[in-house]
């Protein structure tokens, strides 16, 4: 609701924005009371929209440790008025409070609404607040859930892919399971151990399809079967749940950002834009939104001016995003130095950054053929993703990188062994998965075997997946100049 305090809508824009017909709107008042106790005054009362009347209203006055069951009441009172009937469970889950200790959900909420670029802090302000909220309520199940998907998501993003990461997970979903195995967010977690744990699509969705018949109305289940359904390659069935997630949380700026991403992957570059800039309008913080919109318009227009717009409003929090975006665009623009500097301005201190920042540098001035003492060599940057990769070995992107990294200092067979690898961590994701493809082709480029890297090439110019590759994009960036001359390669443009 605090998106709206400062926007200046109406009521009518409002509903327009969430698609409802019924508003509740009020007050809420905190205070401490004489007798020491902390109080919440709420006065919350139910507009209907199209003639702006209002259908019910009430006040409260109670100690803030009944805020449970003020809730539960004012849910209550409106479903009483619009005249709907709830089925048994559904009953039970309005009149179930999440937790009796109000610290602890204070504590959750702060998670839920957690917005910290720096990936690290993220990590750590994150599994302290949780695991504070489950030391106060060791009975919170949403909060336990919470912290086993965190876990399980920093398991799958690569920065953390350890094993010590995958059985803190797994030991959060136990707590989550012990106090009830059926609940909806033990489904969540359960399933999404499955996903981003050991890429099981098949396990996973059936957790989360479980979640949904428990509760049709969770956006973030339906939201959660969409991203099975895409890494299946089932788009239809994925951009019908995930438009249904949508439509009941219209103000989700995640679930935008993911329809933007699903239509730039099936090339409908109008939509992509449409839903980028809609998510860009919900959270304009976001800078991963806006490093892939910038992406989109030079692998749709090859609009690199455009690009530069989109980056060029800098958000109040840079992360390695925002550098990515602008490394991606003087790279193509073949402005090595300014690259350079901002794979320089990317690392954080982190290892795994510190590691990528590095390998940037190094082939960025070999591509650039730039000869300065003070950058990384390419064999420090290969020792750094070595290290890394001992630790967390089934990361496909750090293979990829390190591909990169041997095909550039001559290591052909070696070069080309690592990005096969990377290809078949990821075999099973028909989103993610064919991007391994697409830098294997770039490898085979590097080292001379052209005709294989326009095979791939070709494959993948007819293949739905994450960030699509275009003939724009293979027109302009120096990664295929290797290829220029083949015929082959010629005949994608239709040229001879």
């Known amino acids: ?149 965190h876990h399980s998501g920093w398991y799958a993003n690569g920065l953390g892919r350890t094993e010590e990461r995958l059985s803190m997970a797994r030991a959060a979903l136990q707590k989550a399971e012990a106090i009830d195995p059926d609940h909806v967010e033990t489904h969540l977690a359960r399933g999404t151990f499955q996903y981003l744990g050991f890429r099981n699509y098949d396990r996973a969705l059936e957790e989360y399809l479980a979640a949904v018949r428990l509760a049709p109305n969770n956006a973030n289940a339906l939201e959660r079967v969409s991203y099975i359904y895409r890494r299946q390659g089932k788009w239809d069935e994925h951009l019908d749940r995930l438009t249904a997630a949508f439509e009941l949380d219209p103000r989700s700026a995640n679930i935008a950002h993911n329809l933007a991403g699903s239509n730039r992957a099936l090339r409908r570059f109008t939509e992509a834009q449409r839903y980028y800039e809609l998510a860009l309008e919900l959270n304009p913080q976001s800078i991963k939104t806006r490093q892939e919109l910038a992406s989109t318009m030079i692998s749709w227009k090859g609009d690199l001016d455009a690009a530069r717009e989109v980056l060029r409003e800098k958000p109040e929090q ?17 402005e090595y130095a300014e690259a350079i500097e901002q794979a320089r301005l990317m ?90 493809l697409e830098n294997l082709a770039r490898i085979y480029a590097l080292v001379g075997r052209h005709d294989e890297a326009v095979d791939l090439l070709e494959q993948l110019l007819k293949t739905i997946y994450e960030n699509s590759i275009t003939l724009k994009i293979l027109d302009i960036p120096p990664d295929w100049d290797p290829l220029r001359e083949n015929p082959r390669f010629k005949e994608l443009f239709g040229a001879s």
């Open 1 to 149: 609701a605090t998106q709206y305090d400062r926007t200046g809508k109406t009521m009518r824009q409002i509903a327009d924005d969430l698609g409802v017909d019924y508003v509740v709107e009020g007050t809420v008042r905190w205070a401490r009371g004489s007798d020491g106790t902390d109080r919440v005054r709420i006065t919350p009362q139910l507009i209907r929209v199209a003639d702006d009347t209002p259908v019910w209203s009430e006040s409260y006055d109670r100690q803030i440790d009944d805020i449970f069951e003020v809730q539960t009441d004012i849910a209550s009172r409106v479903i009483d008025q619009l005249g709907v009937t709830l089925l048994g469970n559904e009953r039970d889950n309005l009149e179930k409070a999440p937790t009796q200790n109000v610290a602890a959900y204070q504590l959750y909420l702060q998670s839920r609404d957690l917005k910290e670029e720096n990936w690290e802090k993220y990590d750590q302000l994150n599994v302290a607040l949780l695991e504070e909220a489950v030391a106060l309520d060791p009975d919170f199940i949403q909060a336990w859930s919470a912290l086993s998907q």
């Open 347 to 436: 690392d954080d201190g982190t290892p795994a950054l510190h590691a990528i920042s590095v390998n940037v540098m190094s082939l960025i001035a070999a591509r650039g053929n730039i000869d300065d003492p003070e950058l990384p060599s390419l064999e420090e940057a290969g020792r750094l993703l070595e290290s890394l990769l001992e630790e967390m070995p089934s990361t496909a992107w750090l293979r990829g990188s390190l591909a990169a990294n041997l095909a550039v200092r001559g290591l052909s067979d070696a070069a080309v062994q690592e990005a096969k690898l990377a290809v078949d961590l990821t075999a099973k994701d028909a989103y993610e998965g064919p991007g391994q």
């Open 318 to 334: 840079e992360s390695a995003w925002y550098y990515f975006g602008w490394i991606g665009i003087y790279v193509i623009s073949r």
